[in-house]
Every structure is written in C-alpha cells, then in structure tokens.
C-alpha cells in the first residue's frame, strides 16, 4: 500500500518537490532489467500480469483476422506485453507510450516485438488504429489524468483498460508518493545497485468524473485492485481495475 501524507495544490507544485521523479534514470534501469527477466509461467501470475491478459483476451476475441493494435500507455519497458504474449497466442501490434527516459530503455528490450514511442500520436500512426488501450496503473501519474483520459478515448479503441487505478469519490488531489527503487517493478534488483527512496506525484480523480470522460464506453468487466491500493492521509482508498467497450 502506497502512503501518501504530503499534499500540493497541483502538479507542478508536488513535481518540483521531488527531483526527477518517475524520469529518474535508475527507476528505468530497474524497470528495464525486472522486465528483461525470463517469465516463468510456473509461477502464480501477478494481478498486473492478470488484468492485462485478461482485457487483452476480452478484446481479442472481436479481432480474428488480422493483429489486435494495442496502445500501452505508460507501459514502462513491456512487462505487460511479455506476459501477455507468454499466455495468449492472438497476434498483436503492439505500441508502448513512455517517458524518454523509459522509452531509450524500453527500445532496447523490444527487439522488434512492440514499438515504443514518447506521444500518443506516433504511436497511433504507427498502429494506423487502436482496438485495445491498455492503461495500468499509469494515469494516475500523468501531469492531467483526465486530459490524458481523453486523449486516449479520442482514439476510439472498441476496448478501453484503465487497470489499477485509485477508486477516489473526493475532490481531485495532488500527494506525493514515496517509493523505493525496489518497489517498482516486480522481480530482484539489478545486481550491484543499492536500494534508496524516490518520490514522484501521484493525482487522485474523483471516479465520477473518470466516467463521465469515457462515457462514450459501457462498463464491460469490473474487479478490485489489491496492488492498487493508497492511504491518503490516513484514508484508504481501494484500487479498481475496469475495462470499458465502446457504445459503437
């Protein structure tokens, strides 16, 4: 459970207060190296590697004759493609939207198996069209989650994830968050680096207004998230994972 006790009046505000934050250089080297591990499909599957093959299973079994495109946003260095494609054989296209400093890392890992791109927009033209827009845990990190929102549903994907995310009824908050480099991925540290504390900002939308901005969708499948899971100033907040199709 991530505590967050610290509160700013926006972003930029709480983004000044904490260094690099999520563009820190050593949070992509973790990321790069947990995600580089092998899978081992022996093991119990983590619920960031379930929500994915599960909204990508759903929305694969529209698309039958050729590719599903996926746009991941914020998929760090493609942990979420490794373990879906481990899973589901469905051939997919696959385009991840990252920060620079992810993305160089990510590039590196991809192998010609998925794209990676810094904006939305080169990352829909190299799909040409997005069936599936998988978002986990990533909005709620954006410098304007509902802006984001409706970048994303701009595009007009049939499916629309928006995996563990905080289930908040309050006024839009901006907290900082404490982590550590080894809470962020899932796997050992690389060898040879010490652990130490980052912080990075973290907004919490009022769920209401999440609908309203993808009100477009209809709620397809909803299912709590545990790894999700905030205490802002001493209130918890539970984690949610939907997944939404489209009205079309």
Not at 25 to 48: H, N, S
Not at 121 to 141: K, N, P, R, T
Not at 177 to 188: D, E, K, V
């Amino acid at each position: 459970m991530a505590t967050v006790t610290q509160v700013f009046p926006d972003f930029a505000s709480a983004a000044s207060a904490c260094g690099a934050g999520y563009h820190d250089a050593e949070i992509a080297d973790v990321i790069a190296y947990k995600t580089g591990l092998a899978v081992d499909v022996r093991q119990f599957a983590p619920e960031q590697a379930i929500n994915s093959i599960l909204a990508v299973g759903i929305a694969a079994s529209e698309v039958t004759e050729r590719p599903l495109k996926v746009l991941d946003f914020g998929g760090g260095c493609g942990f979420h493609f490794f373990r879906v494609t481990a899973s589901i054989q469905a051939p997919l296209r696959w385009a991840i939207i990252e920060t620079p400093t992810m993305a160089m890392r990510a590039t590196k890992l991809s192998q010609g198996k998925f794209d990676v791109f810094s904006d939305i927009a080169a990352g829909v033209e190299a799909l040409g069209h997005v069936d599936l827009v998988h978002a986990s845990s990533s909005i709620q990190y954006a410098p304007e989650p509902l802006m984001a929102l409706q970048s994303l549903a701009a595009l007009r994907p049939r499916y629309f994830a928006l995996l563990r995310f905080p289930w908040w009824m309050g006024p839009q908050t901006v907290g900082l968050q404490p982590s550590t480099l080894a809470g962020n991925g899932i796997g050992p540290m690389p060898p040879g680096m010490a652990d130490r504390e980052i912080t990075y900002p973290v907004t919490f939308t009022n769920f209401n207004d999440v609908l309203r901005t993808l009100s477009d969708f209809d709620i397809a499948l909803v299912a709590p998230s545990p790894s999700s899971i905030y205490e802002l100033r001493s209130q918890k907040i539970l984690g949610i994972s939907v997944i939404f199709r489209s009205k079309d």
